[in-house]
């Protein structure tokens, strides 16, 4: 089933200008690149977009992280698109991931692991809302 899901490319892959080649790994994989777009965000939109971890101890740093440089956001679309995603991502853990795999081939650490991707349909929906509208999709 043809479903969309969303990516962020993070802020250690654009500051490493490997975006395209991370690209090159989510088309090779079968997903097709949506949408796409490079922003900077605010220190508001990453506290809103990771507040499902404001509790856990790495929370502070992963807002500044994620607001040190730009991203790249997108909307991946393909069969079963969020498991698919999920497994070219590989680990979160760089070490753990599978060959082949974005985290294996670029991430510098556990934490600069490269790629977000969301974790359910219903996530993917919401997380696709806060960075596109529906008329900036195509198809």
Known sequence: MTERTFSILKPDATRRNITGKINAVIEGAGLRIVAQKRV????AQAEKFYEVH??????????SQMTA??????????????????????????????EGTIRKLFALSIGENSVHGSDSQDNAKIEIAQFFDDASIPG
């Not at 900077?40 to 220190?43: D, G, H, R, S």
């Not at 404001?54 to 807002?63: D, I, Q, T």
């Open 69 to 98: 440089e730009p991203v790249v956001v997108q909307v991946l679309e393909g069969d079963n698109a969020v498991l698919k995603y999920r497994e070219v991502m590989g680990a979160t853990n760089p070490e753990q991931a599978a």
């Open 54 to 63: 404001k509790e856990r101890p790495f929370y502070g740093e992963l807002v």
């Open 40 to 43: 900077k965000l605010t220190q």
